[in-house]
C-alpha cells in the first residue's frame, strides 16, 4: 500500500475522525498527483485519473489544493541544538518548488496544446520523467545484482530493446510499465514464432516446505472476512446465482456493517448480509483445518466441499462452492510467493 493513497486517507478517516485536517492531507496528495499522473483519456472508475482537461473543472480543484499545500506547508529539519529543532524552515524545499513549477508547467502546456494545435487533453504520464524512471528499474530487474557496473548496464538495455521481459521489480517506487520496443517488435514480424523453453523451477520437498509455507487464516479478521464474503456476493450477483449483499451506498444492512469497506467503495462494493458472512466464516475455520493434511489431495476441492456440508448442512451450496474456489485461488498465491522468496534467497531446505 502507498503511503499517499486513497486508502491511507479513508484509514485516517476511520482512525481520526475528530481530526480531518490528517485524512484531507492524504486526499489532495492522491488526488494531485493521480492527475499528474494520467495514463488514459477516461478512468471511469476514478475520474481525476482522467487526462487533464476531460474532468477540467474538478481537476483544476484538486491542483489548487495540492499548489495550496505546497505553498504553504514548512519542514521542521534537525539542528545543531534544540532551538534550532523548534524553529521550522522558512523557506520552501527544492522539492516544493519542483512540485509547484510541474503543476504551473502541466497547466500550461495543456492551454498552449489547445490554443495551438486544438488539443483538449494531455495524459500526464507522457510528458514526466516516469518513462526513464521505468526504464532504469527495469534494466535493474535483470539478474539478482540492482546496481550494474556500466558493462552490466549495457548488456541489459540491449537485452530489454531485442525484447526480453525482465521480472517485476520489488521494494521500488517505479510502477512497473510492459513496454514494448520498436526493435523488438521489427524482429518478432521477421523471425518465426519458435518455441521457447521456460526453466522449471523444482520445489524444496514438501515436508520440509510445509514446516514454512503455515496457513495465514482470516478466521480471526472479521474485517477480511466481510470483504471477502462482499467479493464473492458480487461473483454471484454477476453470475445471477442470488443477492447476497447491498451496495455501500445503502446504509442499513443486516450483517454488521464493515466500516472498511464503507469507508474504501467508491460504490460499487458491496456489504454481505448475514447468509454468505456466516457461511464465509464457517468455511473459514474448516478450510484451514483441512489443508493441513490435504493440501496435495488431487480432489481437494471436493474434499472442502464434502467437509464444510457436513459440519454445516444448511450452508448455501452455490456459496460454499464459490468460496472454495476463490480460497483455494488465495492459498495458491500465498504458495507462489512463498516459493519465490525462497527461490530469490537461494534457501536450501
Not at 85 to 102: D, H, I, R, V, W
Not at 191 to 203: D, N, Y
Not at 227 to 238: E, I, P, S, V
Not at 276 to 286: P, S, W
Request: proline share 4%.
Amino acid at each position: 500500500m502507498q503511503l499517499l493513497s486513497h486508502r491511507v486517507s479513508k484509514l485516517a478517516e476511520l482512525v481520526f475522525p475528530q481530526n480531518p485536517s490528517i485524512a484531507n492531507f492524504f486526499r489532495t496528495v492522491n488526488d494531485g498527483f493521480d492527475i499528474m499522473n494520467s495514463r488514459t483519456p477516461i478512468d471511469k472508475k476514478t475520474p481525476l485519473k482522467s487526462a487533464y482537461g476531460m474532468k477540467l473543472f474538478e481537476q483544476n480543484e484538486a491542483l489548487t489544493n495540492l499548489e495550496n499545500i505546497l505553498q504553504t506547508a514548512r519542514f521542521f529539519t534537525k539542528g545543531k541544538n534544540k532551538k534550532q529543532e523548534k524553529n521550522p524552515k522558512k523557506a520552501l524545499l527544492t522539492c516544493q518548488k519542483g512540485f509547484l513549477l510541474s503543476i504551473r508547467s502541466f497547466r500550461a502546456l495543456r492551454e498552449h496544446l489547445k490554443t495551438t494545435y486544438g488539443i483538449h487533453y494531455v495524459m500526464g504520464s507522457r510528458v514526466n520523467q516516469d518513462i526513464l524512471e521505468s526504464t532504469f528499474s527495469s534494466v535493474r530487474a535483470f539478474g539478482s545484482n540492482t546496481s550494474p557496473n556500466p558493462t552490466e548496464f549495457r548488456f541489459r538495455l540491449r537485452l530489454l530493446i531485442l525484447g526480453a521481459k525482465p521480472r517485476q521489480s520489488r521494494g521500488t517506487n517505479c510502477q512497473f510499465e510492459d513496454a514494448n520496443y520498436l526493435a523488438a517488435e521489427i524482429i518478432r514480424n521477421l523471425l518465426p514464432v519458435m518455441s521457447q523453453k521456460k526453466i522449471v523451477f523444482t520445489p524444496p520437498p514438501v515436508k520440509s516446505t510445509f514446516e514454512l509455507l503455515k496457513i495465514e487464516s482470516f478466521d480471526s479478521d472479521a474485517e477480511t472476512l466481510r470483504y471477502l464474503a462482499g467479493y464473492l456476493a458480487w461473483k454471484l450477483k454477476r453470475k445471477g446465482k442470488g443477492i447476497f449483499g447491498v451496495p455501500t451506498a445503502c446504509k442499513t444492512v443486516s450483517c454488521g456493517v464493515s466500516s472498511w469497506i464503507q469507508h474504501l467503495s467508491f460504490g460499487g462494493l458491496l456489504l454481505p448480509n448475514d447468509e454468505i458472512f456466516n457461511t464465509v466464516k464457517n468455511a473459514e475455520a474448516v478450510f484451514v483445518e483441512v489443508m493441513k493434511t490435504h493440501f496435495l489431495s488431487e480432489k481437494i476441492s471436493l474434499i472442502l466441499e464434502e467437509v464444510m456440508l457436513a459440519h454445516y448442512p444448511t450452508s448455501n451450496v452455490l456459496i460454499v462452492k464459490e468460496y472454495i474456489q476463490c480460497r483455494l485461488r488465495i492459498r495458491l498465491t500465498q504458495v507462489k510467493n512463498h516459493l519465490s522468496i525462497l527461490k530469490s534467497q537461494s534457501i536450501s531446505v
